[in-house]
C-alpha cells in the first residue's frame, strides 16, 4: 500500500478543534470513498498561517509558501476568514499544481461543521488525487459549482444563498455563548434588577395588566438595548479607515451585530430560566391570587418573570459597560484581525536584521 500524508494546517481555535477530528474521521472516510489501496496519514499543525507571510497578497499563495518545506503530499489549510470570489461566496481554494487546497470554514455555515468540513475534504482530496474537478460537485455539494481560474479550481456559493451560510458561519466561529460567559458584570446588574421585579406586588400588577403586544415590546427593546450597549460601550462597530479598501467590513459588522444579538438572546433566556425558579419558589399562590384579586395560574408567573427578567435586562444593559473589553471583543471578528495583524507585524519586525 501507498503512505499519502495529509497535512492540515488550520487557524487557531475553531478551525483547530475541526481539524483535529478530520485527523480522526479523515482516513475511514477516505479509504471507504476513494476506494484507493492507500495508507492515509492526516499531520495537523494549528499555528495561523495568514500571519506567517503578510506580504503575500493571497493566501493560497501563503498555504504554498507554508507547506513549500514539508513532507506532506496534500495539503489543507482551513481557516476562520471570510472570502468572496468576486460576488460568490469562496468555499474552497484549490491548487491541483502544488497539492494545496484552502477552506474557509465561515463558507460551510453555522451547524454540522465537523460533518460538512470532513465531506468536503474528501471531495477535495479525491479531485487533487485525480486531476478531476468532477469529484468537488457530486449530488449532495449543496448547490457548489466550480469556478477555473489561472489553473486553480474555485468552489463557490451563489452570493443569495451564500452569505446568508457565510453570516451564519461567522456568528458559529465568533462563539456567542461565550460573550453571554464573560459578562459576569452585566449578569451580577441583571439579577440586582431581576430581584426588584420578584419582590415587589406593584411589578406582578403592572406585568399582569400588560397585553401580548406590550410585553412583547417592552422585551424586544430590553434586548435591543442590551446588545446596542455592548457593542457601543465596546468599540465593537468598525468604521472604514480612510485610504483602506477593506470590502469586508460591512460584513464583519454584520457578523458582530448578529454574535451580539445572538449572546443576548442567549442571556436573556438563561435570566429568565432563573428568574422564573425564583418566582416559583418565592411568591405563593394565595399571596399572588390575593395581591391580583382574581385566581392565579401559571401564565401569571410566566408573565411575572418575564417582566422581571426585562428589568434586570435593562439594569445588566448598565453593567455590561464595566467588563473587561478583551473579554468582550474576543467575540468578534475585527479584534481577531487586529491580533493577526498585530502578529505578522511582530513576525515582519524579527526577520528583519
Known amino acids: ?35 484507493e489501496q492507500v ?54 481554494d484549490i491548487d491541483p499544481a502544488h497539492q494545496v487546497a484552502l477552506i474557509s470554514l465561515p463558507a460551510l455555515g453555522g451547524m454540522r461543521l465537523r460533518q ?45 444563498f451564500g452569505s446568508l451560510f457565510l453570516l451564519a458561519g461567522m456568528v458559529r466561529a ?12 452585566a449578569l451580577a446588574g441583571a439579577m440586582a434588577g ?27 427593546s430590553a434586548l435591543v438595548a ?7 460601550g465596546h468599540g465593537l462597530w468598525e468604521r472604514r479607515i480612510d485610504g483602506r479598501d477593506d470590502r469586508y467590513l460591512a460584513l464583519r459588522n454584520a457578523g458582530t451585530v448578529s454574535t451580539v444579538a445572538v449572546g443576548t438572546i442567549v442571556f436573556f433566556l438563561a435570566l429568565y430560566a432563573i428568574t422564573l425558579v425564583a418566582v416559583a419558589v418565592v411568591i405563593p399562590p394565595d399571596y399572588l391570587t390575593s395581591t391580583l384579586g382574581r385566581p392565579c395560574g401559571p401564565s401569571d408567573y410566566l408573565t411575572i418573570a418575564l417582566m422581571a427578567t426585562v428589568l434586570g435586562t435593562v439594569a445588566g444593559a448598565v453593567g455590561s459597560g464595566l467588563e473587561d473589553d478583551v473579554t468582550v471583543r474576543k467575540a468578534t471578528y ?20
Open 1 to 35: 500500500m501507498t503512505e499519502v500524508t495529509i497535512g492540515v494546517l488550520a487557524d487557531p481555535d475553531l478551525a483547530t478543534r475541526l481539524a483535529r477530528s478530520l485527523r480522526d474521521d479523515l482516513p475511514d472516510e477516505l479509504a471507504r470513498v476513494v476506494g
Open 39 to 92: 495508507e492515509w496519514r492526516v499531520l495537523v499543525n494549528d499555528d495561523p498561517f495568514e500571519a506567517m507571510y503578510p506580504d503575500s497578497v493571497h493566501l493560497i499563495d501563503k498555504a504554498r509558501e507554508y507547506v513549500r518545506e514539508t513532507t506532506w503530499d496534500l495539503a489543507l489549510c482551513v481557516t476562520d476568514l471570510p472570502l468572496r470570489d468576486g460576488r460568490s461566496v469562496l468555499v474552497a
Open 116 to 160: 460538512r468540513l470532513r465531506e468536503l475534504a474528501v471531495r477535495i482530496v479525491e479531485a487533487l488525487r485525480s486531476r478531476r474537478s468532477a469529484a468537488l460537485t457530486r449530488p449532495n455539494a449543496r448547490g457548489l459549482r466550480v469556478v477555473e481560474q489561472g489553473g486553480e479550481l474555485r468552489l463557490v456559493r451563489p452570493v443569495r
Open 174 to 185: 465568533n462563539r456567542p455563548w461565550q460573550l453571554v460567559v464573560g459578562l459576569s458584570s
Open 194 to 220: 431581576t430581584a426588584f421585579g420578584v419582590l415587589y406586588s406593584s411589578i406582578w400588577l403592572l406585568a399582569t395588566a400588560m397585553g401580548p403586544l406590550r410585553l412583547t415590546g417592552i422585551t424586544v
Open 226 to 232: 442590551l446588545s446596542a450597549w455592548i457593542i457601543a
Open 334 to 353: 475585527g479584534y481577531r484581525e487586529q491580533e493577526r495583524r498585530r502578529v505578522a507585524e511582530d513576525q515582519r519586525r524579527a526577520r528583519e536584521p
